[in-house]
């Protein structure tokens, strides 16, 4: 059992699953809930040299992967840090969510290639 099937059996990836996540990453980096999370986070991953995985997320294709570190070095410890504290979530696990769930959440609000401007 992989670290991802641990934090499913308990519920975590529930908590930040695709629907949440970008409401969550919006109100720990203060754009509000949606209103432009995943499209400042992208804008963040872009400017942070990951924009080929991105392209990938937001393409129709294969959705390239994001490792935790390297989130957790575009989000800052801080934001990791908070994120763990408001869900009751280990620091080490948090940026594992976000790197299985961040990819699917931006696949998923960019069905026709294209992320919305209220993302």
Partial sequence: MGILDSLESSGILGQLGAAVLPAVLGE????GAQGGALTSIVAKLQQAGFGDQVKSWIGTGRN????ADQLKQV???DVVRQLAAKYNI???QVAE???HQLPLAV?????DGKLP???
């Fill in 28 to 31: 720990v980096m203060g754009t």
């Fill in 64 to 67: 390239l992967p994001i490792t």
């Fill in 75 to 77: 989000l800052g410890s």
């Fill in 90 to 92: 280990p620091i080490d």
């Fill in 97 to 99: 969510v976000l790197a």
């Fill in 107 to 111: 696949d998923k609000a960019s069905p």
């Fill in 117 to 119: 401007h209220s993302a």
